[in-house]
């Protein structure tokens, strides 16, 4: 019988495709997928450490986890991701039963890890900086649920030093993966059938800078819409900062570009701005919006808000509200301020107590809500183009459109991984009921 592994992974899009490698590893080791963690002999969790619910999450896990050594003494625990870059050591006193641990800067060292795990040593591989020869990783294939869309992660680490952030601490300084590597890597997966790409990094506008030659993000943008085969490319996460205005053009210019940006704002007041150390104002965000919508025309935008951040007041609160006002987001990720070990955040006089973030925080939501339907509304008797990627039950299809909204259509399977032009029926905020024009390509 060969050996089983489960994963479980917390976090955000950076993380997932870290998962998706590892599962590529494993696979090269001969693992193969087990349908439960019950029947697993290495359970592997991708933690992730932004705010202080995902540390509880993990946590709770290990200690459910720790059944599977009474059934099958053998298996193996492993920890990898952001808490375990985070706490290293800490974490395995806290959970013994962890027996293997790494992080997003030595994945490709995990054969190895299996190896003295198995041989009953304790293979704790957290560094304090990232390896030499880290790269190694990308030879490794990622094994994926969507055969259609794929993420490509072209840069690691951040750069920025928001004070609320533990990032720069657990993904370390940023480091651009090469082109060569990223475009090989698309080539490969495009001859998977896979028609859209989806770059990731912290900070993907940052991609490039600190390359032996540097090379600008939209470079990339460029060489990514030459590869034969990409029918669509998006990216997440872009800074406001480094949003400058190539990248802008670049979006307008490239067809394959979808019409959609996550451009996390956090905050509208100046002053909080200036606490988070994010580098910009409010009117700089604004700006860069208007010149967004004015050249990419139709952008959907998406952000990230957080709320109570320590010393925020009503008046700084109502500055945000203000820029969900002026910008009307397709969708907002909102988040309690939630104080970070080790971050100058967490030690600020004036944290605000809980009551009033939660207060904050429906205020923001339901403002937001009135604000997702009037734009579901004007989706409704428009044609859209919609990338096929999923079939449910009885003839039901699934897919995007490039402003990045779920769309339930009639068809066949064979319709699957195709770009189809539909008529919108009826729009509700997280769907829209589509019947389906003509297959485009
Ligand atoms: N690199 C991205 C964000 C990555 S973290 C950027 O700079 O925009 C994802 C989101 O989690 C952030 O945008 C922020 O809104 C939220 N977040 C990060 N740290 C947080 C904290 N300490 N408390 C609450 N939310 C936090
Ligand atoms: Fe964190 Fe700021 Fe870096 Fe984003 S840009 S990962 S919020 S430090
Ligand atoms: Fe979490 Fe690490 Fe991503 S802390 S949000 S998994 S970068």
Same mark, same amino acid.
């Given at each position: 019988?060969?050996?089983?592994? #489960? ?17 590529? =590893? ?29 540390? $509880? ?6 200690? %459910? ?39 997003? #800067? ?9 190896? $003295?795990? $198995? ?8 560094? *304090? ?13 990622? %094994? ?9 992660? /072209? ?28 475009? *090989? ?10 028609? %859209? ?14 390359? %032996? ?6 470079? +990339? ?44 704002? $956090?905050?509208?007041?100046?002053? =909080? +701005? ?11 965000? +604004? ?19 957080? &709320? ?38 967490? *030690? ?26 009037? /734009? ?32 339930? +259509? ?29 297959? &485009?390509?």
């Amino acid at each position: 019988m060969g050996r089983k592994f #489960f994963i479980k992974t917390f976090g955000c899009q950076m993380n997932f495709n870290d998962s998706e490698r590892i599962r590529g =590893i494993l696979r090269t080791l001969g693992y193969e997928p087990a349908r439960s963690w019950e029947e697993a002999d290495l359970i592997l969790i991708n933690t992730c450490t932004i705010r202080e619910k995902p540390d $509880q999450k993990v946590l709770s896990h290990l200690g %459910e986890y720790r059944k599977i050594k009474e059934k099958n003494p053998k298996a193996l625990i492993a920890v990898a991701g952001c808490l375990a870059q985070r706490m290293g050591w800490e974490l395995v006193k806290k959970a013994p039963v962890i027996d293997i641990m790494f992080s997003s #800067f030595n994945m490709h060292q995990l054969p190895e890890l299996i190896n $003295q795990a $198995q041989a009953g040593y304790k293979a704790i591989a957290i560094l *304090e900086e990232p390896p030499e020869d880290e790269d190694k990783v990308w030879e490794f294939p990622t %094994e994926r649920d969507n055969p259609y869309c794929a993420y490509v992660t /072209i840069i690691k680490g951040c750069d920025k030093r928001c004070t609320y952030c533990v990032v720069p601490k657990t993904r370390g300084r940023e480091r651009s993966r090469s082109m060569e590597s990223i475009l *090989e890597e698309v080539r490969r997966l495009v001859d998977e059938g896979v028609r %859209e790409i989806h770059l990731l990094g912290q900070n993907v506008t940052a991609w490039g800078r600190d390359l %032996e030659k540097p090379v600008p993000f939209s470079e +990339l943008l460029y060489e990514i819409s030459k590869v034969d085969g990409v029918e669509r490319i998006r990216f997440t996460t872009g800074h406001p900062k480094d949003l400058t205005d190539d990248i802008i053009d670049a979006m307008a210019d490239i067809p394959q570009v979808c019409n959609a940006l996550h451009l996390p704002v $956090q905050s509208g007041s100046d002053r =909080i +701005l200036s606490l988070m150390d994010r580098g910009y104002t409010k009117e700089f965000y +604004l700006e860069r919006v208007e010149k967004l919508k004015e050249k990419v025309k139709g952008i959907a935008l998406s952000t990230d808000i957080i &709320v109570g951040f320590p010393t925020e007041t009503e008046e700084d609160f109502e500055e945000t509200l203000d820029v969900v006002r002026k910008v009307r987001y397709e969708q907002i990720f909102s988040f309690k301020f939630s104080p970070r070990p080790g971050t100058p955040a967490a *030690e600020m006089e004036g944290q605000v107590p809980d009551e009033v973030k939660t207060e904050r925080m429906t205020r923001l939501l339901e403002l937001q809500k009135g604000i997702m339907s009037e /734009i579901a509304k004007t989706y409704e008797g428009t044609v859209q183009e919609v990338l096929v990627e999923e079939a449910r039950d009885e003839g039901t299809l699934v897919g995007r459109t490039t402003t990045n909204r779920w769309v339930t +259509l009639e068809g066949d399977r064979s319709l699957l991984g195709k770009i189809v032009k539909v008529k919108v029926k009826k729009a509700s905020p997280f769907n829209l009921d589509a019947e389906l024009l003509e297959v &485009v390509r």
